[in-house]
Nanobody
Framework: QVQLVESGGGLVQAGGSLRLSCVASGRTFSAYSMAWFRQTTGKGRELVAGISWRGGQAYYADSVKGRFTISRDNAKNTLYLQMVTVNADDTGVYYC???????????????WGQGTQVTVSS
């Protein structure tokens, strides 16, 4: 059974930084693409960043390009999201998400973590 456990959320001032982590268990972590989604009041649910199972390809929402960095440590079964220069629009619940099938070039995000709240204060 796939389990995704996020951590690292909290309250941060505008312009500050935060790093989210997601520990995955239940299968071979390195075989699956991963992503971070967020649920915000203004935009609903959106894809923030994704990273391929190969680890070499990452993609970002336009709103976070240049500020957020997604990475993975396959040895630790952990996905990260480094957030810098945050602003109020980044407030929301952040979800760690993974593909349902291994080695896919076009992932289908079938498994979701419980989410971690990020609140940016101005």
């Amino acid at each position: 059974q796939v389990q995704l456990v996020e951590s690292g959320g909290g309250l941060v001032q505008a312009g500050g930084s935060l790093r989210l982590s997601c520990v995955a268990s239940g299968r071979t972590f390195s075989a699956y693409s991963m992503a971070w989604f967020r649920q915000t009041t203004g935009k609903g649910r959106e894809l923030v960043a994704g990273i391929s199972w190969r680890g070499g390809q990452a993609y970002y929402a336009d709103s976070v390009k240049g500020r957020f960095t997604i990475s993975r440590d396959n040895a630790k079964n952990t996905l990260y999201l480094q957030m810098v220069t945050v602003n109020a629009d980044d407030t929301g619940v952040y979800y760690c998400v993974t593909d349902g099938m291994p080695y896919q070039e076009v992932p289908q995000y079938d498994y979701w973590g419980q989410g971690t709240q990020v609140t940016v204060s101005s």
